[in-house]
């Protein structure tokens, strides 16, 4: 799958802002905890390094069609951290 990144006007992609290297997102997005859809045709998904970081990945299918476009990746606060723990343990019971 091709990904591309959003860059900032000094053509870094986005996501060193956050702190976050492109290998992490491959990483988060190749172990995603969850997927929910987000607004305007994107996706949120939440996914796990190899080095145990939580990614909150927000990516879109790319206009072209060839893989998608990641428009940002952040840590996800610790709040909806124990929010996801709590979903994921409810959906093992079930």
Do not use: C, N, W
Not at 5 to 23: K, L, N, R
Not at 33 to 45: H, K, L, N, V, W
Request: glycine share 6%; aromatic share 6%; charged share 35%.
């Amino acid at each position: 799958m091709r990904v591309r990144f959003h860059t900032d006007p000094d053509g870094e992609p986005h996501i060193s802002a956050h702190h976050v290297e492109t290998d992490e997102v491959l990483e988060a997005l190749d172990r995603i905890m969850e997927r929910t859809p987000g607004r305007d045709e994107s996706f949120i998904a939440i996914g796990r390094t190899r080095s145990g970081r939580v990614l909150k990945v927000i990516y879109a299918i790319a206009d072209d069609g060839d893989g998608i476009f990641v428009i940002t990746a952040f840590d996800l606060p610790p709040k909806q951290q124990r929010a996801l723990q709590r979903r994921l343990r409810r959906r093992r019971r079930s």
